[in-house]
């Protein structure tokens, strides 16, 4: 199964393809994550993807889309993935169905995880992120077992360097602007499900799974 996640920053898209991927035994794969991982290790892409990222825009697409393309070609992509953040462009999606079409194949579901922007604020601010596998937290609605460190992988939790309010405020009016859009492609594909996200975590989950296994 080939999943996409679209919403807005803070919708909730890594927490659900995390949940998504473990109950399928399929890789979660975030462009965001791999980015992030890349600027911890002082890679020179991270380093060039931080540029855009602590100012809320977006990655150019030629280097976002050579990222993704290598990654889904790994062989544990083989009978499907979750991909969370990718893509967040018209032509980021071109190209990836391009490359599916290519071996016959297509994105089954693109889930939208439906939040208004006045809640997309309010969760920033408390959200908690491991740095090392990619899981968030929020210290209010999604707590880890102790304090501070991932229940996952035992890192450490940090508050990202772009969920300050100024870019987030940035983060959003880019996602109006370049990321909506794709809803209305998906829809004309005929793969676009909503989902409410401002219900609790496990509620979404619950919509989502009865989405694609109903
Ligand atoms: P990315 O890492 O993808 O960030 P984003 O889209 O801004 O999304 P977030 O990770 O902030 O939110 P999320 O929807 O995953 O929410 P989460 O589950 O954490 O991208 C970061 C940057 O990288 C971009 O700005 C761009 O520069 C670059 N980039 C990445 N991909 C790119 C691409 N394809 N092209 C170009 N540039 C790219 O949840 C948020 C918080 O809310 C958490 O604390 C969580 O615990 C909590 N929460 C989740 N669900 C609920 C709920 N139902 N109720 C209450 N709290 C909840
Ligand atoms: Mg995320």
Request: with cysteine; aromatic share 6%; proline share 4%.
């Amino acid at each position: 199964m080939k999943i996409v996640m679209l919403g807005a920053p803070g919708a909730g898209k890594g927490t659900q393809a995390k949940m998504l991927a473990d109950r399928y035994g399929i890789p979660h794969i975030s462009t965001g994550d791999i980015f992030r991982y890349n600027i911890k290790n002082g890679t020179a892409l991270g380093m060039e993807a931080k540029t855009y990222m602590d100012q809320g825009k977006l990655v150019p697409d030629e280097l976002t889309v050579r990222i993704l393309l290598d990654r889904v070609a790994k062989e544990d992509c083989r009978d499907g993935y979750v991909l969370d953040g990718f893509p967040r462009t018209i032509p980021q999606a071109e190209v990836l169905a391009g490359e599916l079409d290519k071996i016959s194949d297509r994105i089954d579901f693109a889930v939208n995880v439906d939040v208004p922007d006045e809640n997309i604020v309010r969760r920033m601010g408390g959200r908690r992120a491991c740095l090392s596998c990619g899981a968030t937290y929020h210290v209010e609605y999604a707590k880890p077992a102790a304090d501070g460190i991932c229940d996952r992988c035992g890192g450490e939790l940090v508050l990202r360097d772009d969920d300050r309010p100024e870019t987030v405020k940035s983060r959003l009016a880019v996602y109006h602007e370049q990321t909506q859009p794709l809803i209305d492609y998906y829809e004309k594909a005929g793969v676009l499900r909503t989902v409410d996200g401002t219900q609790d975590i496990q509620v979404v989950f619950d919509d989502i799974v009865r989405i694609l296994e109903g």
